[in-house]
């Protein structure tokens, strides 16, 4: 069995690509350990774009483990907002602004900047970078990208998923991320979307 680290502290992405993975990986003999599992320290992420954070997140786990890595970074971009939160999206509210940090705070930030655009105005969608390297030094890290568009809601809706699922309406199914099963997130999210390019190269 060999062993791969994904590197991530979120449990919400830990919980979709055990999902995903599941079946997959255990025909290839690989094991999938959380970075956590394994004490890492988390990188920061002072990288410009998505591919920029998700190296230093891969290169570190391989660094402090010695073992090849998988990091996922990704962010939620509305145009009304130009684009932000974008790389920010974990760090969008703070304690400075008043509404604290997480994603209950995160979510009421962004509702409160689109207090005044309407329906239509309010497009968006996550994007999902995944890299895997196979050590610290790989000079060939493997890119998969995706990206999911929505609508920011006016109201939080659903109980499942993570960060800003509760606002993130899509048109195909009708609903909030958050009220989609994580199977069906899965087959539509940008994150699914990266994971199963990843698979089908693996499997080349
Ligand atoms: O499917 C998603 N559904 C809802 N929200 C999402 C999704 N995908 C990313 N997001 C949000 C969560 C977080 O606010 C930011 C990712 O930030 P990002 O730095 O990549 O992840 P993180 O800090 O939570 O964990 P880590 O860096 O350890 O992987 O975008
Ligand atoms: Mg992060």
């Known amino acids: 069995m060999s062993k791969l680290v994904l590197a991530s502290g979120n449990a919400g992405k830990l919980r979709e690509f055990a999902s995903l993975f599941a079946t997959h990986f255990a025909e290839q003999n690989i094991e999938l ?17 998505f591919v920029e954070n998700a190296i230093l997140k891969a290169r570190n786990a391989c660094a402090q483990t010695g073992l090849p890595a998988l990091a996922d970074d990704s962010g939620l971009e509305v145009d009304a907002l130009q684009g932000a939160p974008g790389i920010y999206s974990a760090r969008y509210a703070s304690a400075d602004d008043g509404f604290g940090s997480g994603d209950a705070a995160n979510n009421a930030k ?18 999902c970078v995944l890299v895997y390297m196979r050590h610290a030094a790989d000079p060939t ?15 939080p809706e659903g109980t499942d998923g993570f960060g800003y699922d509760p606002l993130f309406f899509v048109p195909s199914e009708g609903c909030a991320a958050a009220s989609l099963s994580k199977e069906r997130k899965n087959q539509l999210s940008h994150r699914g979307q990266a994971i199963q390019q990843l698979l089908a190269r693996w499997q080349a």
């Not at 350990?33 to 774009?49: D, M, N, P, Y």
């Not at 962004?110 to 996550?126: Q, S, W």
């Open 33 to 49: 350990i959380s970075q956590k599992e394994l004490s890492v320290e988390e990188a920061e992420e002072t990288g410009l774009s």
């Open 110 to 127: 962004l509702l409160a900047a689109l207090a005044d655009v309407p329906e239509a105005a309010r497009t968006a969608r996550f994007q």
């Open 141 to 155: 890290p493997q890119v998969f990208q995706g990206s999911w568009e929505g609508r920011i809601l006016t109201v």
